[in-house]
């Protein structure tokens, strides 16, 4: 009997008026209150953030994003393990990092006990221009700015020896293979982390990111990592990171359980 009273309720959830009814409270909770949570399945950013509620900022570029992220400098997360770990057979002395939406030198500090070289290492950040501000007063208060800099050109990464991103990429509307293919002296390695990545179709999707909202592309596992294989990149380490996820109501065949870590190398270290 509750097997078929689970299998009735399910039924009456997708009647039309019972369905048009749960997805407007759903819109209502989106617009304020449901942060970092999704909404909708668009073929593009610019559709995905035509259609946000007027009750936040849109993007990343906005003075609300500033210092969001701040208390990250003195705190590891589960996800950072795998970029120390990778990270401590990478580097070199005279290492320079690229790190894209590394926010006010998040990693950079958070790193700095973990890390060896770490007194040595050149770090650039890549960032909007609102975030590469602060940064840049925040590494001239701290003494760091002659290892710490920060960009809003990707173009910048030529001649790095490692590529970072710890959750960006997916909120840049363009894709990392692209950013990667004008460069005569790409990064030799690269590290991913929190990245949506799934076996189904790609789309963007809206996210309610707390301060503002902002669109996000969901990767085709396969493809993602074939477009790094075709520049020449070895997938050489995958993990799981079950603190992020990514379920879109009304659409369970899209949805993410587990975000993605991957380190890609065109020289693996021995």
Aim: charged share 25%; net charge negative.
């Amino acid at each position: 009997m509750s097997i078929l009273s689970a299998e009735m309720l399910e039924r009456i959830k997708l009647l039309p008026p019972v369905l048009a009814l749960r997805k407007r409270r759903y819109e209502r909770a989106f617009a304020t209150s449901a942060v970092n949570r999704f909404r909708g399945i668009y073929d593009s950013f610019e559709q995905a953030l035509a259609t946000a509620p007027q009750t936040k900022a849109k993007g990343f570029d906005v003075d609300e994003f500033e210092g969001y992220f701040d208390n990250r400098r003195d705190e590891l997360f589960l996800y950072d393990y795998p970029f120390l770990y990778w990270l401590g057979r990478i580097l070199r002395p005279d290492s320079h990092v690229f790190d894209i939406g590394g926010n006010t030198g998040v990693h950079f500090i958070a790193y700095r006990n973990r890390l060896p070289y770490w007194d040595q290492l050149r770090w650039e950040v890549c960032e909007v221009p609102v975030i590469v501000e602060a940064g840049k007063q925040f590494a001239e208060q701290e003494g760091y700015s002659d290892r710490l800099t920060f960009t809003s050109e990707f173009s910048e990464a030529e001649g790095k020896d490692v590529l970072i991103s710890a959750g960006t990429l997916q909120y840049i509307d363009t894709r990392l293979v692209d950013m990667l293919k004008p460069l005569d002296k790409p990064p030799q390695h690269i590290l991913v982390n929190k990245l949506p990545l799934y076996d189904g179709d790609e789309y963007v999707t809206l996210q309610n990111g707390g301060v503002h909202f902002i669109a996000q592309q969901v990767y085709n596992r396969a493809k993602f990592l074939g477009e790094l294989e075709a520049l020449g990149y070895q997938r050489v380490d995958q993990w799981i990171d079950s603190s992020r996820s990514c379920r879109i109501p009304f659409h369970p065949e899209r949805d993410v359980p587990n975000f993605t870590g991957i380190y890609l190398s065109k020289s693996p270290p021995g």
